[in-house]
């Protein structure tokens, strides 16, 4: 496999080029300059070989025009890009040693399964015997062996989108390209292709670069994911660091279903303690290691975020604190089996609870719920940089 070097790239669209491309700057927030619209912009990324890299990010972002511009789809505006070393910029897609599945599956509806996944090893004039062997090896990992005889309209929907795996497989690239390969199955459908993707990198061992706009499907897949907004990284970790420890409020926000809880508060010093003060002078106490962080802080405003499953009815919260006890209203009550989601509103603020389903609580009630204050986060009301996780 490869390790994959993006560095200080771009990507500038034209201004009438992007017009033509039906893409609004107004929606996406791209910035623009005399060259045109900047889509990606210094793009800096080590990819070790046979890592498992997702970019995330929403429509617009940029996450897809990087992937196309390793793949050679995409011209490169600026900076270096190197397979295994070697700067590959105005190499020929063809020449790259990659393979890319796309979202819609693009099979050859005359041809049958075996010969689509085949095909392109025949157009490079592979032998017989080596095609076959290819082919049927893929089938097998990918349990459509018996599936070869068939043509792409009779497959499902889950079933193509293996044979396009398949297609790509056979090549035995040096890199792996997915760009959103499972937004066209329903729900179910979904769940069972990221296991068999998953799988698939642990038998092959492969390095992939995987674009999706669903986060669920980042964090369960890879070894470490890229979040992108506007064209710009806004934070690479592992899974769980971005959930723990994210740079900034887009990335909290982003990384996380339901979404981080957010609320504007006041930095508050008094008898030695600091508090957030919000609402109607409700006030969360800051653990020792968050108030050094804040002290420089005081009086100004601030951003507080924690996450629905901190956020717990006062009588089950054994720490709840007098200052981190506050009234709130149901709004909607949702059941998804294992748990329940409670939306609140606290002093105008909307807030998420993830509830056990035990819970007595309806739409309409008002419950006491509390903080768990050692899982405040805390970022910077104008820079929206992260202060303190």
């Not at 193509?160 to 459908?189: C, H, T, W, Y």
Request: hydrophobic share 40%; with cysteine.
């Amino acid at each position: 496999m490869a390790e994959v070097s993006l560095r200080h790239i771009k990507k500038v669209y034209p201004n009438m080029e992007k017009k033509k491309k039906g893409e609004s700057e107004k929606k996406t927030n791209l910035k623009v300059t005399d060259e045109g619209v900047l889509a990606v912009q210094d793009f800096n990324l080590e990819i070790r070989d046979q890592e498992f890299i997702v970019l995330v990010g929403p429509s617009g972002c940029g996450k897809s025009t990087t992937l196309r511009m390793v793949a050679g789809l995409e011209e490169i505006s600026g900076g270096d890009l190197l397979i295994d070393g070697v700067r590959v910029n105005d190499v020929e897609p063809k020449d790259r040693d990659i393979a890319m599945v796309f979202q819609s599956y693009a099979l050859y509806p005359h041809m049958s399964i075996y010969d689509n996944m085949a095909f392109g090893l025949k157009l490079r004039k592979m032998p017989k015997a080596e095609i076959d062997k290819r082919v049927r090896e893929a089938a097998r990992i990918l349990d459509i062996e018996h599936l070869l005889d068939r043509k792409p309209k009779l497959l499902s929907g889950g079933q193509r989108q293996r044979v396009a795996m398949g297609r790509a497989i056979v090549r035995e690239p040096k890199v792996f390209l997915m760009d959103e390969p499972l937004s066209n199955l329903d729900a179910k459908l979904r769940v069972q292709m990221r296991l068999e993707i998953s799988k698939l990198h642990q038998r092959l061992q492969s390095t992939i670069i995987y674009v999706t706009h669903d986060q669920t499907e980042a964090m369960t897949l890879g070894t470490r994911i890229v979040v992108m907004k506007d064209g710009v990284i806004q934070q690479v970790d592992s899974p769980q660091n971005l959930y723990d420890y994210p740079d900034n409020l887009f990335v909290a926000g982003f990384i996380g279903s339901p979404q981080m809880n957010f609320i504007d508060a006041t930095v508050v010093k008094e008898g030695g303690e600091l508090f957030l003060e919000y609402g109607n002078h409700h006030r969360v106490i800051l653990t020792p290691e968050r108030a050094a962080k804040l002290a420089d802080y005081v009086g100004r405003e601030v951003t507080f975020g924690i996450r629905p499953e901190d956020v717990f009815a006062s009588e089950k919260y054994e720490a709840a604190h007098e200052h981190n006890t506050v009234e709130a209203s149901v709004r909607v009550f949702e059941m998804l089996g294992a748990e329940v989601f409670l939306y609140l509103t606290v002093d105008g603020f909307d807030v998420t609870c993830r509830e056990h389903p035990s819970t007595k609580a309806k739409p309409g009630d008002i419950m006491s719920i509390s903080f768990d204050v050692n899982k405040i986060h805390v970022f910077d009301k104008e820079t929206q940089m992260t202060i303190t996780n």
